[in-house]
């Protein structure tokens, strides 16, 4: 029964209904213990005979090891791996049960609790005047018996015990150190905490104890799985691993340690989980099988576990079966340390694991402590300090007579008890490697300044009226150093300070395997979750001797983005290459980047280059020739000036009105010069000024050609009986301001064009996304239509009057030259429309220059050409009598 020595009836009966509410944490199979312990305590409380005596309705009959003192402190741990052990509920009769496969390690950690309150009793600056005692229970590693263990603990084993004013009877439990695993602490603490008695685990690690509604008086000495999950996060990141399967023990531990790796692994975006398997709770070969089928088949190969070594070493049964090697374990505290597994059959298999340990310290004097241990050869029974006894055969291979029934495992000679420790070899003096051990350790030392700091708050108080509850505060309030130089402390969750060793399964060349601490992991207030690792010293169990690649799929390049594989998870993705004009630089990107404005994509897309300028240059092949033709139509021009300024008395330049030949002559030259203005880069200037030079030089040229075409039909028409009036109307002033006038109207025209919508420099786009066309916007179309038109307008009449002249009575009648002049300069210009605009970029401007030279070479050869040709080859052709020859015959 549970006893809390409370003060009435009532009472009791109120805090058993507190404990129906608190079963709903425990298992199934816990509940009816609840339901038992509520019927007998109603029983109890009806019964007159509980106004002065409480008295046992059953005893558990539990492996334990015990000691008197003042105050008790009790404790819950492994000792043995498995158990036999019948679910009786309640009975007059004893229940007995059987623990097998001792556990040394387990019972060292009995023994360390044993050690520190015996060093605390020889302190006489910590509970001076206060001996402690301990009760400690064996949980076989099995929920059941870890919750009657509990119950023990709080309760006791005695028959009855007399309620009155001293209270009489053994010393009260006031907190327990353990227990070792998440669910069975989770049952026990649901329990406990309703009455607030202090529980310390050295081990259990589900994060779900941190909950201070649901466990208000638990703590513990070890990081929570939260922190764990973390720091197994770091390891994966640390080497690049995002493909790892996850296995889980069918417990408290393992569940919520999926739960929480799940969520922090997606949270953080380390990686992915190929799998997620729970291993069986009990022996359960199928399972198993397809457990390690999926490892098998999987392309992940780093495999995470979330168990202790029980469930590790069936799931290693299997995979030894079918011979799974290649992967990298990765272990949880659970399991690192287990010396279990680090066998010549599984080191194949399990060598190079990395794993999470608890901080490793020292005990000073705790192995001579364990040297001083002796069998106790008078009280054998199941329920006195059997676990030295059971302890003592398996390690000498010898029995006690009589043997305690049902937990002999050894059978052979008889134990004397002087057996010698030193001689043997075993785990129980290994004291070099102190992790569990050390947090027992801490985990006693942390009730007992909180016990002592209770006494010295509250002086006169004897130890049998002290109250768990109180406790509890203390416990939130205590900070103590170890001899070892650790701080310990509780934060406001009940947990210790989160660090751990991160350590390396070595196996050596002569077959031996060494555990070594490879790094830490720890959190801090500023920076998180800091992981050291020393690469140098880590045993990587693969023909590279490196770390193994275990990705879904490979990083994607700068350049690419990921694009997510349908149904997959997000660890497994295409890489898709960025369109034109993005990039990524950076491996793995989600997206890619648009280039800004003025730069584009490089050939890898994996960054922004300027964007080619594209525009007229004088050093491409085009603009060079381009550039000589105008400089040679030019330079002709100048020497076709020079010949006529030369033979200017002959009669052949007299005869072709030389003032307008000397004018056209000048206005083809700027023609010719006006082209280069669009070769080169476009600048304001070379905007505005193009097409105003353009339109003016071309005006300048047709307008002289028009005037010398309506002079020759004047001339004529003169020359018939009657028409000498005519010429009156075409004087040398009459020429001059003719052509001033025609050109004033162009000039008129570009003026209101570059002060109404100017043109200038545009980048332009369009024509090459990857390309920036540097040109000239006209800034007004209707300007450059009207600018175009005037010139069209002016070709088109002097075309036709000189085709009205072109059978004039001459030998040479120039009216032929100018009408075969117009129609090559008319066909250019009307074949420019079309070409100008399909034309892209740089190659509008060739077209305009290329027509600008047509036509100029055009005008140049047909009406100097056949004068040329006549003063420099034929002289005798360049007399009066030689051109008005036809005149004279007519």
């Known amino acids: 029964c549970i006893l809390f020595l409370f003060s009435n009836s009532q009472h009791l009966t109120n805090s058993i209904d507190r404990v129906m509410w608190g079963s709903l944490y425990i298992k199934s199979h816990s509940y009816m213990y609840f339901m038992l312990l509520y019927s007998y305590f109603s029983s109890a409380v009806s019964s007159p005979l509980f106004s002065s005596i409480c008295r046992l309705q059953g005893q558990f009959h539990l492996n334990g090891m015990h000691k008197a003192g003042d105050v008790v402190l009790g404790g819950i741990f492994q000792v043995h791996f498995f158990s036999v052990f ?32 015996d060093e605390i009793n020889r302190n006489s600056n910590l509970l001076p005047n206060v001996t402690l005692g301990y009760s400690l229970y064996d949980n076989c590693v099995k929920l059941g018996i870890a919750f009657r263990a509990g119950l023990s603990s709080v309760s006791g084993q005695e028959e009855q015990i007399i309620l009155n004013q001293t209270c009489a009877g053994t010393a009260p439990v006031i907190g327990i150190v353990g227990d070792p695993f998440s669910t069975h602490s989770i049952a ?6 309703l009455y607030r008695v202090p529980m310390v685990s050295h081990s259990a690690t589900c994060s779900c104890l941190s909950d201070r509604q649901k466990f208000p008086s638990f703590f513990r000495t070890i990081p929570s799985d939260a922190f764990q999950v973390q720091a197994m996060i770091q390891i994966m990141k640390h080497f690049h691993w995002s493909w790892a399967g996850l296995l889980v023990s069918d ?49 992940a190969h780093v495999v995470i576990v979330f168990a202790n070594d029980s469930y590790m ?8 079966r079918q011979n799974v090697t290649g992967l990298q374990w990765m272990a949880s505290e659970a399991w690192t340390t287990a010396t279990v597994l680090q066998t010549p059959d599984l080191m194949p298999y399990l060598a190079g694991t990395l794993g ?45 007579t009589p043997p305690p029934a049902g937990w002999v495992e050894a059978g052979g000679t008889l134990c004397t008890g002087q057996e010698n420790l030193e001689e043997v070899e075993t785990e129980l003096l290994d004291v070099s490697n102190l992790r569990l051990e050390y947090n027992v350790y801490k985990a006693v030392y942390a009730l007992a300044y909180a016990l002592d700091d209770m006494l010295q708050c509250e002086p006169g108080r004897g130890p049998l009226r002290l109250e768990p509850w109180q406790l509890v505060y203390y416990l939130e309030k205590v900070n103590f150093t170890t001899t070892f130089g650790d701080q310990v402390s509780f934060d406001e969750n ?79 993705f295409d890489c898709i290459p960025c369109s034109e004009g993005k990039i990524s630089n950076k491996t793995d990107a989600m997206g890619c980047t648009t280039c800004p404005e003025d730069f584009w994509s490089s050939p890898h897309r994996d960054h922004c280059v300027p964007k080619k300028t594209e525009f007229l240059s004088y050093h491409e092949p085009l603009g060079i020739c381009l550039t000589a033709g105008s400089l040679l139509g030019t330079c002709m021009c100048a020497v076709v000036l020079g010949i006529f300024i030369y033979h200017r008395s002959t009669p052949i330049v007299r005869a072709n009105n030389s003032e307008l030949s000397f004018q056209l002559l000048l206005s083809l030259k700027l023609c010719f010069l006006c082209s280069l203005l669009f070769i080169g880069r476009p600048r304001l200037w070379t905007c505005q000024l193009r097409h105003a030079a353009f339109g003016i030089s071309f005006v300048l040229c047709v307008s002289c050609i028009l005037v010398k075409t309506m002079v020759v039909l004047a001339v004529f028409e003169a020359s018939k009986p009657g028409g000498g009036a005519s010429l009156k109307w075409f004087g040398v002033l009459q020429q001059r301001g003719t052509v001033i006038v025609l050109t004033s109207v162009q000039a008129a025209i570009c003026t209101a064009w570059l002060v109404s919508a100017s043109p200038t420099p545009h980048k332009n ?43 004039l009575p001459d ?38 220059v290329f027509a600008i030279l047509a036509s100029s070479f055009g005008l140049f050869v047909a009406l100097f050409g056949p004068k040329c040709y006549i003063i420099l080859l034929r002289p005798e052709m360049n007399t009066r009598k030689a051109i008005m020859g036809r005149e004279i015959q007519a």
Not at 188 to 193: E, K, T
Not at 811 to 823: D, V
Request: charged share 20%; proline share 5%; aromatic share 12%.
């Open 86 to 117: 019948p679910d009786l509920p309640f009975t007059s009769e004893p229940s007995h049960g059987i623990c097998v496969s001792f556990d040394v390690v387990g019972f060292r950690r009995v023994q360390t609790m044993a050690f520190a309150i």
């Open 188 to 193: 026990i603490s649901s329990v406990l905490g």
């Open 251 to 299: 417990d408290d531990y393992g569940l919520h340690a999926a739960q929480s790796f799940q969520s922090d692994l997606a949270h953080s975006g380390g990686g992915c989980l190929a799998y997620l398997q729970v291993l069986p709770w009990g022996n359960d070969p199928n399972e198993l099988r397809r457990i390690v089928d999926v490892m098998k088949k999987s392309t």
């Open 313 to 320: 070493i069936k799931l290693m049964e299997e995979v030894v």
């Open 356 to 400: 999470i340990a608890i901080r490793r310290g020292e005990i000073p004097g705790f192995r001579k402590f364990l040297l001083q241990m002796f069998p106790d050869l008078h009280h054998n029974s199941n329920y006195g300090n059997s676990m030295v006894n059971q302890f003592w055969e398996y390690t000498f291979q010898c029995r006690f």
């Open 494 to 572: 009940g947990d210790a300070l989160a660090i751990y060793d991160v350590m390396n399964w070595l196996w050596l060349p002569d077959g031996r395997t060494k555990v070594q601490n490879v790094g830490e992991v720890k959190r801090s207030a500023l920076k998180g979750e800091e992981l050291t690792i020393d690469e140098d010293k880590i045993f990587w169990n693969f023909e590279s001797k490196k770390p193994p690649h275990s990705l879904c799929s490979e990083s994607c390049p700068p350049g690419t983005r990921m694009a997510r594989k349908k149904g997959k998870p997000v660890c497994c």
């Open 765 to 807: 786009t369009q024509y090459n996304n990857d390309k920036i066309v540097n040109e000239c916007a006209v800034g007004s179309t209707v300007g450059f239509a009207v600018l175009m038109g005037y010139i069209g307008l002016l070709a088109i009449l002097s075309f036709l009057i000189a085709f009205i002249a072109r059978n």
């Open 811 to 848: 030998s040479f009648n120039e009216a032929k030259l100018i009408t075969f002049s117009m129609l090559i300069f008319c066909a250019v210009w009307v074949a420019f429309v079309p070409a100008y605009i399909s034309s892209p970029g740089k190659y509008a401007d060739a077209v305009e």
